[in-house]
């Protein structure tokens, strides 16, 4: 079983920066695919960002302004999140899968393909 718990969210003007963190638990976290997904009111649950061990993903509408990382030593995952926009505003979400089935980054950006999930941390960005 793993735990993640997420961290670091919080109200921003546009145009500011926020950085998320995912503490998780587990002795193979190095193997671990990680992801973060977003929901806004009244909309699906939406892919943002994935790690492997090689490379990273970014969704369309955040490449350039976000970026993924990975702290194995820590066993955290980070989301820098730079140029916020008032559309960013959404519950993020922490997302791990364990026995990963390739090395792209590219693979993983559907939520049924990740294992575990945190609880989430509010990003609001007012304009």
């Known amino acids: 079983q793993v735990q993640l718990v997420e961290s670091g969210g919080g109200l921003v003007q546009a145009g500011g920066s926020l950085r998320l963190s995912c503490a998780a638990s587990?002795?193979?976290?190095?193997?671990?695919?990680m992801g973060w997904f977003r929901q806004a009111p009244g909309k699906e649950r939406e892919f943002v960002a994935s790690v492997t061990w090689s490379d990273t993903a970014y969704a369309d509408s955040v490449k350039g302004r976000f970026s993924i990382s990975r702290d194995n030593a820590e066993n955290t995952v980070f989301l820098q999140m730079n140029s916020l926009k008032p559309e960013d505003t959404a519950l993020y979400y922490c997302?791990?899968?364990?026995?990963?089935?390739?090395?792209?980054?590219?693979?993983?950006?559907?939520?049924?393909?990740?294992?575990?999930w945190g609880q989430g941390t509010q990003v609001t960005v007012s304009s």
């Open positions: 587990g002795r193979t976290f190095s193997s671990y695919v």
């Open positions: 997302a791990a899968r364990e026995f990963p089935i390739g090395s792209s980054s590219l693979a993983y950006t559907q939520a049924t393909l990740y294992n575990y």
